[in-house]
Nanobody
Framework: QVQLVESGGGLVQAGGSLRLSCAAS????????MGWYRQAPGKERELVAAISSGGSTYYADSVKGRFTISRDNAKNTVYLQMNSLKPEDTAVYLC????????????WGQGTQVTVSS
């Protein structure tokens, strides 16, 4: 079955950086778009960044210029480099897979907590 396993979350001060990783198995990774969502307490889940099988990317306005999504098809892994972190970036970050960049995202990881202190 499909498994998506996130890692790299943690506690960081405002202005700091983190790199999230998501290792995928059970799917033809190179054929899937991969996305990073986040969910903060009391807020709806939002798509933060996504990358298509061909390398096209999408970023939410709130993270443009600060976050970078990338993928390594040889390692079946997608990354999210997060720089200039802000307290409002605090959330559980989830990795997801879809046939198309626009979704729907059908496969989900368990998530990794990112906490940004002020």
């Amino acid at each position: 079955q499909v498994q998506l396993v996130e890692s790299g979350g943690g506690l960081v001060q405002a202005g700091g950086s983190l790199r999230l990783s998501c290792a995928a198995s059970g799917l033809t990774f190179g054929s899937y778009a991969m996305g990073w969502y986040r969910q903060a307490p009391g807020k709806e889940r939002e798509l933060v960044a996504a990358i298509s099988s061909g390398g096209s990317t999408y970023y939410a306005d709130s993270v443009k210029g600060r976050f970078t999504i990338s993928r390594d098809n040889a390692k079946n892994t997608v990354y999210l480099q997060m720089n200039s972190l802000k307290p409002e970036d605090t959330a559980v970050y989830l990795c997801a897979a879809a046939i198309r960049l626009s979704g729907p995202y059908n496969y989900w990881g368990q998530g990794t907590q990112v906490t940004v202190s002020s």
